[in-house]
């Protein structure tokens, strides 16, 4: 009998439930489900709906039952960082503040008045970005002590749907090291630094690692969806299952340490695989992280702004009647010669009312030709990224001591062409893109090793490469 796996993958603009199985080695999926997301301002802060949320993943578990393809595990990944306090009946205390709100603004201060940056990089391996969860918990201590007062619970995003689905609360690893509060040791949260934060320590209790079992579903749960299934811990992270499902063939003899990939979506995380965290001076120099992957894994890479900047300009033409797809923006790109280029890292380019006015004051600040045509500030963009993995190659091979011959490109930025191409060309290295939905089939790789149909995530990882559709870009002068 078939087996099913569900994987219910939230992304910062949208959602989506995918089924899974295997047949002969391969890998199958179908979509059977998609729903919307994104922000709004509550409270004069950036939020997320997590009530719309929960009803949109119950919605699109309803299409199993109506297909006939009940799942034996289901597990969610969302992004990174945010994350929800509960009271002691379980009931959110304020809102569920997204990262791009600006209430990190100057907790970073605060956060270095009791310990150094370079001190808190050393304890954490995790990078500097002013929305990580330990500015964003300072922000909470600053502004809205009592909710810390009245917390029983810390549940990062998709922790808090699990235990909806299930009334079990889990701690997932991936995900809890990109809070900037994990010791890349221990494994572990590191107890003696939320203590001198003034975070309660209670509400950070043991962790667990993906394809650990949560629970089988609420009986009012079972009840309104009509079957039942086990809820098994993927990474949660998006980006922890995304890497996940980095396709490795059977006769590359890659190791985890030889791959270099890029997680290509709203954001590019480029990195690769350690064994053990590198927490060294410069590595932090370089600003590069150490988040948590499966088995203990760590994902050692860089947060680039990504796939973001194009999303933004995309939705900003089409509000203007110039509804362009992002084939057809790769399509005007490629025929632009504009060689202005700007910092994707930059902070302006985070959240800004505008991301073609902001993309040409860059411009204009530093004296280049200013973009004015869709082509030309999507050509800016696009040489933009593919610069900035050039440099970060550069950065990484430095650190690490090891060369890098290929970049494995995952997720729906696989699928921008023009964007593939020129990483090729500006890296000088091979580059293999695909499969497009990464993170979806990463989560369910975890719910599949936790049910024994891979051996582990090496064999998992080859029955990647052998289901779906690796395209290859070499650089031109090749």
């Given at each position: 009998?078939?087996?099913?796996y ?6 910062a603009?949208?959602g989506r439930h ?8 391969k890998i ?12 709004e ?5 950036l939020c997320w ?11 699109g ?15 969610i ?15 959110i205390?304020g809102?569920a503040?997204?990262y791009?709100?600006?209430?990190t ?9 009791i310990i150094p940056?370079k ?6 391996g ?5 929305f ?5 918990l300072?922000?909470v201590?600053?502004?809205k002590?009592?909710?810390l007062?009245?917390a029983?619970s ?15 609360k889990?701690?997932e690893?991936t ?6 509060l994990?010791?890349p040791e221990?494994g572990?949260?590191?107890y ?16 667990s690692m993906p394809g650990?079992?949560v629970?089988?579903?609420r009986?009012?749960?079972e009840a ?16 922890g299952?995304a890497?996940?499902?980095?396709p ?14 890029i997680s290509?979506g ?6 690769t ?14 600003n590069?992280?150490?988040e ?7 994902r ?6 990504g ?16 509804d ?9 790109a490629?025929?632009?010669t504009?060689a ?9 380019f985070?959240?800004?009312k505008?991301m ?9 600040r ?5 973009p ?9 963009i696009?040489?933009s990224?593919?610069?900035c993995y050039?440099d970060?190659?550069?950065?990484l ?8 011959s290929s970049?494995?490109?995952?997720g729906g930025?696989?699928?921008?062409e023009?964007l593939?191409r ?6 000088g290295?091979?580059?293999y ?10 989560n ?5 090793l936790?049910a024994?149909?891979?051996?582990d ?21 090749m």
């Amino acid at each position: 009998m078939e087996k099913h796996y569900l994987a219910i993958d939230i992304g910062a603009s949208s959602g989506r439930h995918i089924l899974g199985s295997v047949k002969e080695g391969k890998i199958t999926f179908e979509e059977i489900y998609r729903f919307d997301n994104g922000m709004e301002t509550k409270d004069g802060h950036l939020c997320w709906d997590v009530e719309s949320l929960f009803a949109k993943i119950k919605e699109g578990m309803k299409q199993c039952k109506k297909i006939g393809k009940v799942p034996l595990t289901m597990g969610i990944d969302t992004w990174a960082v945010d994350f929800v306090l509960l009271d002691e009946e379980n009931r959110i205390l304020g809102n569920a503040v997204g990262y791009r709100d600006d209430r990190t603004k100057g907790m970073d201060d605060k956060v270095y008045e009791i310990i150094p940056l370079k001190d808190l990089y050393e304890r954490t391996g995790i990078q500097k970005q002013i929305f990580n969860t330990v500015y964003q918990l300072m922000a909470v201590k600053e502004e809205k002590p009592e909710y810390l007062e009245q917390a029983d619970s810390f549940l990062m995003i998709p922790d808090y749907f699990h235990y909806l689905l299930t009334g079990v609360k889990r701690q997932e690893y991936t995900n809890a090291t990109t809070t900037q509060l994990v010791n890349p040791e221990t494994g572990n949260w590191d107890y003696e630094l939320i203590g001198k934060l003034g975070f309660p320590q209670k509400l950070f209790g043991q962790l667990s690692m993906p394809g650990t079992f949560v629970g089988k579903l609420r009986p009012e749960i079972e009840a309104e969806l009509g079957f039942t299934c086990q809820v098994v811990l993927p990474a949660t992270h998006d980006t922890g299952s995304a890497v996940m499902a980095v396709p490795m063939a059977e006769e590359s003899g890659e190791s985890k340490e030889d791959i270099l990939y890029i997680s290509s979506g709203t954001w590019s995380l480029m990195g690769t695989e350690l064994d053990r965290a590198d927490c060294s001076k410069e590595s932090m120099e370089a600003n590069f992280t150490n988040e948590g992957g499966y088995d203990f894994r760590f994902r050692y890479l860089k947060n680039i702004m990504g796939m973001w900047m194009i999303q933004s300009v995309r939705k900003e033409f089409a509000a203007a009647g110039q509804d362009y797809s992002f084939a057809g923006l790769c399509q005007m790109a490629l025929k632009e010669t504009i060689a202005s280029i700007v910092d994707c890292n930059d902070s302006t380019f985070l959240a800004p009312k505008s991301m073609v006015k902001a993309v040409q004051d860059f411009c204009r600040r530093l004296g280049m030709q200013v973009p004015e045509t869709a082509g030309e500030v999507a050509a800016v963009i696009y040489n933009s990224l593919a610069d900035c993995y050039r440099d970060t190659v550069r950065e990484l091979e430095a650190v690490t001591g090891k060369h890098y011959s290929s970049i494995h490109v995952v997720g729906g930025g696989s699928n921008a062409e023009y964007l593939n191409r020129l990483t090729a060309n500006r890296t000088g290295r091979t580059v293999y893109a695909g499969p497009g939905e990464a993170t979806a089939i990463g989560n369910l790789l975890a719910q599949m090793l936790a049910a024994g149909e891979f051996e582990d995530l090496k064999s998992a990882r080859e029955a990647v490469y052998r289901s779906f559709a690796i395209t290859e870009y070499k650089p031109d002068h090749m």
